[in-house]
């Protein structure tokens, strides 16, 4: 539903344990996001980081692929 909403391929990440955050494709790049994520998680104690996974959610092909901060895809 969330694709049919925003019309596009988008992101998808926790903000905290309770939270995941959504943003179109068109509005940040895979490297921004995951330089976003790393910056985000610098500083934190271990146990306070959510990780430095997101996922890509392609609208066409009604799937999902796995991304880290270390801009590894898996």
Known sequence: KI???????????????????VVSCSKVTKEELANDISERNEGLLPEHVLGKEFYLYDVKHSSYMRCNSDFDEE
């Not at 925003?6 to 995941?20: A, C, M, T």
Request: no cysteine.
């Open 3 to 21: 694709g049919e909403m925003i019309g596009e391929n988008y992101y998808i990440y926790p903000s905290s344990v309770h939270e995941w955050e």
